[in-house]
């Protein structure tokens, strides 16, 4: 693929881990220059996460399928990029029209993608694979080259003040280096570690390396 390519939309995963280990391949979309536009078609729910990065006015918000199909009718994308594997995000791909359309083959697909990527199997079972490789290799369809896979967020000062200064209320002192722990899961207890294992790992990253443990998680995780 060479030259100037047109508009490319990119449909942003719809969890929000998976979304953070695609920070890199949303990146390297929006950087890659051969694309006239780009942009970012994201949940609503999920544009908090990447409210305070340099290409945040380039994301596109959606609430629910007939906002993203709407969406899609406004951009006439040239080409889709779907960084999520849902049967319904190819649909609305493919009904958009647009010539090209880029993603994995999983969820019985592949007929709508022009170009799909199928994740390796053994024994006529899939191995399973990072998502961030999997993210990589699909944007690699459309020849966009990540050259790292580190997850890239970004935090405005004046929320790194604020954070800061509840850690210290919390009992860190200014400059002592900590681990955050997240043991929460927000759709079930089949994605929980035991408590006891938390704690004895953080006990174990204290007893190596000094780190303190701090707990936190989401709305409804306080328990």
Request: hydrophobic residues 45%; neutral net charge.
């Amino acid at each position: 693929m060479s030259g100037e390519l047109g508009t490319l939309v990119v449909r942003a995963p719809n969890w929000v881990g998976d979304l953070v280990m695609a920070t890199p391949i949303l990146e390297a979309a929006l950087c890659d220059e051969r694309w006239r536009e780009v942009h970012v078609l994201l949940r609503g729910h999920l544009a908090p996460l990447l409210a305070d990065a340099p290409w945040a006015d380039r994301i596109q918000t959606v609430r629910g399928s007939s906002e993203e199909s709407a969406r899609y009718r406004e951009l006439a994308p040239d080409a889709i990029l779907l960084l999520s594997n849902s049967l319904g995000a190819a649909w609305r791909a493919w009904r958009s029209g647009a010539r090209i359309r880029a993603g994995s083959a999983l969820s019985a697909r592949r007929l709508l993608l022009t170009h799909s990527l199928v994740p390796p199997a053994r024994a006529g079972r899939r191995v399973p694979i990072p998502t961030a490789h999997l993210h990589r290799d699909v944007a690699g369809l459309l020849g966009i080259e990540v050259d790292s896979l580190h997850p890239r967020l970004y935090v405005r000062p004046e929320l790194e003040e604020e954070v800061s200064r509840e850690l210290a209320a919390a009992g860190l002192s200014a400059g002592e280096r900590y681990v955050f722990c997240c043991p929460g899961a927000a759709f079930g207890a089949a994605k929980l570690w035991p408590p006891e294992r938390f704690a004895a790992a953080l006990d174990e990253l204290h007893r190596r390396h000094g780190w303190r443990g701090v707990i936190g998680g989401g709305p409804g995780e306080e328990p």
